[in-house]
Each structure stands twice: as C-alpha cells, then as structure tokens.
C-alpha cells in the first residue's frame, strides 16, 4: 500500500503528538541506587593460601589411568605430525635443491 510522502509526515506528527504508555520519556524518573560497597580488602594473613586450596579440593583430578591414556595419545600424535613433516621436507629439500639452487 503506497501512500504519498505527505501522507507519512501527517501520520507521524500525530504518532508524536499522541502521548505513549509505556514510552519511557513519558515513565516516572527512577530513584538513583546507592552503589553497593566494595569487598573488605583486609583480609588474615594468608587467605589467598586458604582459598586456592579450598578450590583444589574442588577440582576433579584425573585418575592415573587417564593421564596414561592421555600421555599416550599425545605421544602417538606428536610422532605421526613429526613423520608426516619430515616427509614433506624431504620431498622440498630435493625440490629446493634441484630447482631453486
């Protein structure tokens, strides 16, 4: 439905001269919160200690079946990268030195 440019100014002038429920130019000003306070600093001696070992006992360890599970693949994985970088620098070293050099 097209309608002419004056007919959109006319409808938005009075879109704007109506006053809106829930516009919030139109809602009550709200009363300014006090901000909350700062955590006390002064702490005993030795509470970051404290606290580091209560989240320790929190963590969940891995049991020594699953780090050597773990270890296991890492080393498989390591060796399989290493094999398949060394053969490709062995393909452009002879690359390199019969073509570049």
């Known amino acids: 439905m097209a309608r002419s440019r004056q ?3 006319a409808r938005r002038a009075e879109a ?3 006053p809106r429920a829930n516009s919030r130019a139109a809602a009550a000003p709200r009363e300014a919160r006090p901000a909350p306070e700062a955590p006390s600093v002064s702490q005993p ?3 970051f200690i404290r606290e580091s070992y209560a989240e320790l006992k ?3 360890w891995p049991s020594r079946p699953q780090v050597m599970t773990g270890t296991i ?3 498989v ?3 399989i990268v290493g094999i398949y970088l060394w053969l490709l620098d062995q393909g452009f070293k002879n690359l390199v030195e019969k073509v570049l050099i």
Request: glycine share 12%; no cysteine.
């Open 45 to 47: 001696r030795g509470g």
């Open 7 to 9: 007919q959109r100014r």
């Open 16 to 18: 704007a001269a109506e």
């Open 58 to 60: 929190k963590v969940e």
């Open 73 to 75: 693949v890492v080393i």
């Open 77 to 79: 994985a390591v060796a």
